[in-house]
């Protein structure tokens, strides 16, 4: 078995053979597959990323507006959020609400 066969070396010659179409594609080389696929990936992450932080957003707004209108559910907010978050930079973040 060679080495392009099983995986343990590529060659130049690989990176630029061809690679079957797919129905409605043109033929790309190994290299343009991966490319392409990178950046397919780095899209769908993007869309993951944005999708978490639409929910946590929605979830924080909700959350805030709800300790906006009981004083005992911020006490205990407050104090979770105090024991919980120690470094300088996430206080920070928080500090309106520690008020």
Avoid: H, Y
């Avoid at 078995?1 to 343990?8: I, V």
């Avoid at 010659?13 to 392409?36: H, I, L, N, Y």
């Avoid at 906006?68 to 911020?74: N, V």
């Amino acid at each position: 078995m060679s080495e392009a066969m099983t995986g343990d070396a590529i060659t130049v010659s690989d990176a630029t053979a061809k690679v079957p179409a797919k129905r409605g594609r043109k033929s790309e080389t190994a290299q343009q597959r991966f490319e392409r696929l990178e950046r397919e990936l780095r899209t769908a992450r993007q869309a993951i990323r944005d999708t978490e932080r639409r929910k946590f957003q929605a979830v924080g707004e909700d959350v805030l507006a709800e300790l906006a209108e009981d004083e005992a559910l911020k006490s205990r907010v407050v104090e979770i959020l105090r024991r919980r978050i120690t470094t300088a930079s996430g206080r920070a973040d928080i500090a309106t609400l520690l008020v």
